[in-house]
């Protein structure tokens, strides 16, 4: 029997997972519902893929879900939530990629006790490259669950974590991304301005991010192994590394990561 499952919202981020659903396996046993008040963004979605149909008001897409992802700003929630509480089943899977938005805020505002899911994905998912965390709230099944997190493994890599710390993985990766793109554009600018082709300093510099991704997942060297393993006694990298050490580079990704958090706590008041 296929799942139906709705979504309410097609940005960006919806429309990455559905292009992981649709180009998947799965896509032959599910049936996706997609509600955007751009009509244009469903309709896209639709005439791209045979599994997908673009629905003309949200009833139609929240009526028929077995799990319904809430694919909506935060700061839009409320207003989301109580367009729809009344068309939603009490049957279905609640699923949230709203940061900083906590379960029990879902169920009040819905009026029972729903099945939740909450996501943290990230915008890698566009080329099936996303690492995603999620949690499992109750009365949620395991087994519902864990249909859930095979949905985003067709776009990458899932994890599950704890309820309670949803908004602290939101700087690992939710916001990495931007925090990665920014470094990025450091030596990126530096290769301009010595008069290295921009496309050769891309792919050279990008290669090398995937490849020292690698070798944190692959190699079985820690963190610090791995730094000694390129730095040679007296050599140009133990000169580079030291700019970083004198500007505290990893206080400030702390700082960083420390300010996303508190801004999701103030996002969930």
Do not use: H, W
């Not at 292009?19 to 469903?42: C, Q």
């Not at 009833?59 to 694919?71: F, G, I, P």
């Not at 700003?73 to 939530?81: H, T």
């Amino acid at each position: 029997m296929k799942q139906t499952i709705g979504f309410i919202g097609a940005g960006n981020m919806a429309g990455a997972i559905i292009t992981g659903i649709a180009r998947s396996p799965i896509a032959g046993e599910v049936a996706v519902m997609v509600y955007d008040l751009d009509a244009s963004k469903p309709k896209a979605l639709a005439e791209k893929f045979p599994c997908v149909t673009a629905c003309p008001s949200a009833k139609e897409a929240v009526s028929q879900a077995d799990y319904l992802v809430l694919a909506v700003k935060p700061q839009n929630f409320e207003q989301a939530l109580e367009e729809i509480k009344e068309d939603v089943r009490q049957d279905a899977v609640i699923i949230s990629i709203a940061a900083g938005i906590p379960a029990p805020y879902i169920k009040k505002q819905l009026g029972f006790d729903a099945k939740v899911v909450l996501v943290m994905p990230n915008t890698p998912l566009m080329l099936g490259a996303g690492a995603t965390a999620l949690s499992c709230v109750e009365p949620t099944s395991r087994e519902e669950f864990a249909f859930v997190r095979s949905l985003f493994e067709q776009s990458g890599v899932a994890s599950e974590i704890s309820p309670s710390k949803m908004n602290e993985i939101i700087a690992i990766n939710g916001s990495s991304p931007a925090f990665i793109y920014l470094f990025a554009k450091g030596f990126l600018s530096y290769a301009k301005q010595q008069g290295i082709e921009e496309n050769t300093a891309l792919t050279l510099f990008s290669q090398s991010l995937i490849g020292s991704a690698k070798m944190l997942t692959d190699s079985g060297y820690t963190v610090d192994e791995l730094i000694k393993m390129v730095s040679s006694p007296g050599g140009t990298t133990l000169a580079g590394l030291q700019a970083f050490y004198d500007g505290e580079l990893e206080k400030q990704v702390l700082d960083a990561c420390d300010r996303c958090t508190k801004r999701a706590y103030e996002l969930s008041k």
